[in-house]
């Protein structure tokens, strides 16, 4: 039961940042590119997911909109991905 699960953690988090790489050809201010950037190379450093974009290094972005970011994303997402946003807050170093 835990491999599945496990499985099904890794596939919230590549769906995660497969959207937020898309996301970030859609914003227009610089600011909002670099909170999804920011929590994009979160994933990249902590979980197993295959890089769709290039970051070499964490955008310099107010953490505050960073957590914003994640309750507003975690608001849309069934019970099922808790854990996913757990972790991202943990890899983004928010609270």
């Known amino acids: ?23 970030i050809d859609s914003l227009n201010a610089n600011e909002d590119k670099n909170v999804e950037r920011y929590l994009l190379k979160s994933i990249y450093d902590n ?31 069934p019970q099922d991905a808790k854990k996913t946003f757990s972790d991202l807050r943990t890899w983004a170093k928010v609270k």
């Open 1 to 23: 039961m835990a491999l599945a699960e496990a499985e099904a953690e890794k596939l919230n988090v590549e769906g995660l940042s497969i959207m937020l790489a898309k996301n």
């Open 47 to 77: 979980a197993d997911v295959h890089k769709s974009e290039k970051i070499d290094e964490y955008p310099k972005v107010d953490s505050k909109k960073v957590a914003a970011r994640i309750d507003e994303l975690e608001k849309d997402e």
